[in-house]
């Protein structure tokens, strides 16, 4: 009886292997999602953006955005023209999905690798304010101003437009940034306006009067309320965060020139998608997110820039926009970036 229960238990022994051998151990069995090339369904989304905007104007949004869809983010932060050439230089490698440009002149560099964006994506912001290809869309507005010193000026002591700072009564009072891009945007609206010869002239003329030079808006406007300079020429919404943090006793404002031209040009940032995106459906709801009322009152309310989505509240410290003497100007025509780096350098302000 024991060797018969000894023989059975073999039997059963044999036969559990067997069945094994028909099957591979769960360790063997292939993982799709492991395979090269394919995410994994258990991993997070994710999204790529190449950020011409800087982290602290746009960070906070950002993390809006990824906290809203659970979309994990990743951020690569520099100028708008350091981001442009990154990219043209990783061609068809960059791991980008998403180019966040300070304006137009960078998204253009970059729009034959942009993928076109849905209509109804584009039809949330004005025609001129988009491409006209429909490979990138405005996200918010900036006014160019003349920031100025109000202990020593007035808007009434400010010339109508910017020809009039050529006038040697100014010399050693002027501040600008020259390598940055709202800055060289405003110069390639000025070459569409005014036309090459007499951009050029306005560029020697403000040379010809010593400007002090700064590396971007902020020192600019901090210059001006130090008294360091008497005007500057920037985008608005850098004295709104001054006044905020020094209140009303910094002394410095903006006018808008009565006069209108390049130096009261309505200039946007803007976003596109890149035509080789890993993550095209996630690149497509951030700028979706960017252009809702959520992400349009934060640019509002905490960058003082102007939202570009019908129906969404602008500042109460900012001059609306119809009240600002712009020029009509197509975006899609400040492209030429690189004609106005050509002129910046052929007149010795660029190195």
Not at 125 to 141: C, E, T
Not at 197 to 211: F, K, V
Not at 282 to 292: C, D, G, K, P, Q
Request: hydrophobic letters at 40%.
């Amino acid at each position: 009886m024991f060797r018969l229960l000894i023989g059975l238990i073999g039997v059963l022994i044999l036969i559990a292997a067997a069945g094994c051998q028909g099957r591979p151990a769960p360790t063997d069995t292939p993982d799709p999602a492991a395979a090269p090339g394919v995410a994994s369904a258990r991993e997070p989304s994710s999204l790529v953006i190449y950020s011409g905007r800087s982290e602290s104007l746009v960070g906070p949004v950002i993390e809006q955005f990824s906290q809203a869809t659970g979309i994990e983010t990743r951020v690569k932060y520099g100028s708008t023209s350091e981001i442009a050439a990154t990219i043209l230089e990783e061609g068809a490698n960059s791991p980008a999905d998403i180019f966040f440009a300070q304006d137009p002149g960078g998204l253009a560099a970059v729009e034959s690798m942009l993928g076109r964006l849905p209509a109804d994506v584009l039809n949330r912001v004005p025609a001129h304010f988009q491409s006209p290809d429909g490979r990138w869309v405005g996200l918010s507005g900036r006014a160019r101003v003349v920031v100025y010193n109000t202990d020593r000026l007035s808007p009434a002591d400010l010339p109508d437009d910017l020809r009039g700072f050529t006038d040697p009564k100014w010399r050693g009072r002027i501040g600008w940034p020259p390598t940055n891009a709202s800055f060289q945007a405003m110069v390639t609206a000025m070459r569409v306006l005014w036309g090459e010869d007499e951009t050029r002239e306005w560029l020697e003329g403000i040379q010809a009067n010593a400007p002090t030079v700064y590396p971007k808006n902020t020192p600019t406007v901090a210059a001006a309320g130090a008294g360091e300079i008497d005007v500057g020429f920037v985008n608005h919404y850098y004295l709104y965060r001054f006044l905020q943090e020094e209140g009303e006793t910094f002394a410095a404002r903006n006018a808008h020139l009565s006069g209108g031209g390049p130096g009261a040009v309505i200039l946007v940032a803007g976003a596109g998608v890149l035509d080789g995106a890993q993550n095209t459906e996630n690149a497509t709801r951030f700028i979706e997110f960017m252009l809702s009322p959520v992400a349009q009152q934060y640019f509002a309310s905490q960058t003082y820039e102007y939202p570009l989505v019908e129906g969404v509240q602008v500042n109460r410290l900012l001059t609306p926009l119809d009240e600002i003497n712009s020029p009509q100007i197509d975006m899609a025509d400040l492209g030429d970036l690189e004609g106005t780096l050509d002129l910046l350098r052929d007149t010795g302000i660029l190195p």
